[in-house]
Structure formats: structure tokens, C-alpha cells
């Protein structure tokens, strides 16, 4: 089983920036992709960004693309999110997600199997 573990979180004006880590342990060769989700508040949760664990390709939601850079660590068990030129509207719990069953870079849900507790991302001046 592979467990995650958010972190970097916080309150930041707009304008600004974060940078959100997720720690990936357990049995991580069996990851394909792991991804960024975000749920505000009254709203359903949607897809932020995903990277795929071998070859490291990514794939963006439209309303981040250009401000947010998914990326892995060296050691292939951390993913990051760089969040610049934050908004209001980015305000919402952020959750790292990981897919070891379905094999493909999804901007789904039902394909990501595991998932972190989340950390809150407020942007507010």
C-alpha cells in the first residue's frame, strides 16, 4: 500500500506563491501518475495537475496553466506543486492523489486510487 502525506499549505496574498510537497510512502514502484486535486468550498473536487511517474509528463487544468508546475524530487518518491501568481479563486483544500491500478496520466477521479488528507491553501489579501 502506498500512503501520502500533504504539506506546504497556507495563507498567501494574491499575487503570491506556495509550494505544495506530497510524500509518497510505502510501495511506490507500483505508482503510474500522481496528481494535484482541489475542492473549494460548495463546490466538487477537480484536477489541478498530474505527472507521470515514468517519463514525467504532465497535464495542466486550464485555469492553472502557466502558474502551477507539477514536478517529482530526485528521489521519485515526493511530487511537488509550485503555485505562483495565486488568485482568490485558487482557494480550496489541495489533495495529492496517486494512481497505481489504471496506468494512464487521468484528469479523472474514479482513476486515482489513493489519496492524501489534504492541506488548505488560502489566497486572501
Known amino acids: 500500500q502506498v500512503q501520502l502525506v500533504e504539506s506546504g499549505g497556507g495563507l498567501v496574498q494574491p499575487g503570491g506563491s506556495l509550494r505544495l510537497s506530497c510524500a509518497a510512502s510505502?510501495?511506490?514502484?507500483?505508482?503510474?501518475?500522481m496528481a494535484w486535486f482541489r475542492q473549494a468550498p460548495g463546490k466538487e473536487r477537480e484536477f489541478v495537475a498530474g505527472?507521470?511517474?515514468?517519463?514525467?509528463?504532465?497535464n495542466y487544468a486550464d485555469s492553472v496553466k502557466g502558474r502551477f508546475t507539477i514536478s517529482r524530487g530526485v528521489a521519485k518518491n515526493t511530487v511537488y506543486l509550485q503555485m505562483n501568481s495565486l488568485k482568490p479563486e485558487d482557494t480550496a483544500v489541495y489533495y495529492c492523489?496517486?494512481?497505481?491500478?489504471?496506468?494512464?496520466?487521468?484528469?479523472?477521479?474514479?482513476?486515482?486510487?489513493?489519496w492524501g488528507q489534504g492541506t488548505q491553501v488560502t489566497v486572501s489579501s
Open positions: 492523489a496517486a494512481d497505481s491500478l489504471f496506468g494512464s496520466l487521468s484528469m479523472r477521479m474514479s482513476e486515482y486510487d489513493l
Open positions: 510505502g510501495r511506490t514502484f507500483n505508482v503510474y501518475a
Open positions: 505527472i507521470r511517474w515514468s517519463g514525467g509528463s504532465t
